[in-house]
């Protein structure tokens, strides 16, 4: 094997002793992360905000790392279409539609039993955000959407909290760590989410896994050298897999301007313009969220519904057929329409059958 070096690497230290058997031997023969290395890593909290693609590859990485606590946090459930990326489910897993967080956590206990692993099933918004994050040493970015992005760049910034962003869709990806007072934020990069429609997402342009893996993969890598106590790369990784195109471009300064890092107003973390209805990426499909979150009850609803269409249901979710749609109900109220990409449309057969 040809050897590797780079003048940006950082050694913390090296290992002489010997070879051990244990899980996270070779690990900690990796001199920058070493056995002090691989002891602050099992202590870690590291929060994995999405479990679709990048989520299940990086939380199951970070897992087989040995990274003490996961949350895991996501509002959707696995449905056939995420099998081809998504690599901590099974088709069993579809067949059932369980959440993804439940199903992840499942898989990942199975990994490494002495990760403690804690899933959540929700939509991350301004309200429930400081609740289901805490103060974790990282946040892993595995989200699908720009608000959901912004809002984690808000608490970032008033957390004082690193985060590795990342992105990919088609056969393209980008990843970054944003480091409050050091980097730019995100809003430094871009002043408002992009206009709906502007963007590509998997919806219209599809994405492979190898760029999942890829960008996965440079986060991950972020995580363990901040946790190991190195510094992360501070540039912007931007990749076509199918191509084989890589770059990795310096970041800019933080914009002196930036209402976010700059002037801490924090729009997002304080629910200006939040969206109670959100097009879900790679679906046909529309989250509703109810302006109260209160619990359904099932039981009722079963009995109201049972003349109207079929009506399925688990003990994480309600699914209902009905007029050609699919409504899966969780019992915080919060619902994903299947069927339609107009969130007007959506939030109508919502009210019709749900209510207001």
């Known amino acids: 094997m040809m050897p590797y070096s780079s003048s940006g690497s950082t050694q913390t230290e090296c290992y002489n002793g010997p070879v051990t058997q244990d899980r996270y031997s070779r690990q900690r023969l990796f001199a920058p992360i070493g056995p002090s290395g691989q002891d602050r890593i099992s202590r870690s909290h590291i929060a994995v905000v999405g479990c679709g693609a990048l989520g299940t590859v990086g939380a199951e990485m970070l897992a087989r790392a040995g990274v003490g606590r996961l949350s895991l946090i996501d509002r959707d459930f696995v449905e056939e279409s995420n099998l081809q990326r998504q690599s901590l489910f099974k088709e069993s897993d579809a067949e059932e539609q369980i959440p993804k967080a439940v199903a992840a956590q499942r898989e990942l206990k199975l990994v490494n039993k002495k990760v403690t692993v804690k899933a959540t099933v929700a939509d991350l918004t301004f309200e429930n955000i400081r609740e289901l994050l805490g103060l974790p040493d990282l946040i892993l970015d ?76 440079f986060q991950v890598a972020q ?134």
């Open 142 to 217: 595995a989200t699908d959407n720009f608000e959901t992005r912004f809002l984690i760049n808000d608490f970032a910034v008033e957390q004082q909290r690193t985060w590795v962003y990342g992105g990919c869709v088609s056969s393209h990806g980008t990843a970054f760590v944003f480091r409050p007072g050091q980097t730019p934020c995100l809003q430094c990069l871009f002043s408002e989410p992009p206009q709906r429609g502007v963007v590509e997402t998997c919806d219209t342009a599809g994405v492979i896994a190898p760029i999942v893996h890829l960008v996965s993969a």
């Open 223 to 356: 995580c363990l050298r901040l946790l190991s106590g190195s510094e992360p790369c501070a540039e912007i990784l931007q990749a076509d897999i199918w191509s084989g195109q890589w770059r990795l471009s310096p970041a800019p300064a933080p914009v002196p301007s930036c209402r976010c890092c700059q002037q801490r107003e924090f729009r997002f973390l304080s629910g200006e313009g939040h969206d109670k209805l959100t097009k879900l990426c790679g679906r046909n499909s529309v989250q509703v969220r109810p302006a109260t979150i209160q619990t359904v009850d099932f039981a009722t609803l079963r009995r109201r519904l049972a003349e109207t269409g079929r009506v399925t249901e688990n003990q994480y979710l309600m699914r209902i057929d009905v007029e050609g749609y699919e409504i899966s109900l969780f019992p915080d109220g919060r619902s994903i329409v299947r069927g339609t990409d107009s969130p007007e449309r959506a939030r109508a057969v919502y009210a019709k059958y749900i209510g207001n």
